[in-house]
């Protein structure tokens, strides 16, 4: 069975840094894409960075600069390191993988961390 473990969300100040980190546990499955959402109250799920497994990277435009992704494909892993960190940044935010499991492509989620930045 696939799962998504998300870790790294608390309370910081403004300015602050943070590590997310995503680590996907099952078997028998290869991953394409990683991402990560977020989602403030009220607002729709957003998605704030992508990272291809050929290692091709976008960012939400509010975020580059400050945030930057990767993968540790050994680990079956990814993070996120959100540097200068602002009160807007304040969402739950969700690990997102594709995978191919066999001849299917599925897509599954993380329970979310709470990111929550004090002004």
């Known amino acids: 069975q696939v799962q998504l473990v998300e870790s790294g969300g608390r309370l910081v100040p403004t300015g602050g840094s943070l590590r997310l980190s995503c680590a996907v546990s099952?078997?028998?499955?290869?991953?394409?894409?990683m991402h990560w959402h977020r989602q403030a109250p009220g607002k729709q799920r957003e998605l704030v960075a992508g990272?291809?497994?050929?290692?091709?990277?976008s960012y939400e435009d509010s975020v580059k600069g400050r945030f930057t992704i990767s993968r540790d494909n050994a680990n079956n892993t990814v993070h996120l390191q959100m540097n200068n960190l602002k009160p807007e940044d304040t969402a739950v935010y969700y690990c997102?993988?594709?995978?191919?499991?066999?001849?299917?492509?599925?897509?599954?989620w993380g329970q979310g961390t709470q990111v929550t930045v004090s002004s």
């Open positions: 997102y993988a594709g995978l191919t499991i066999g001849t299917s492509y599925r897509a599954y």
């Open positions: 099952g078997s028998d499955f290869t991953i394409n894409n």
């Open positions: 990272i291809s497994s050929s290692g091709y990277i």
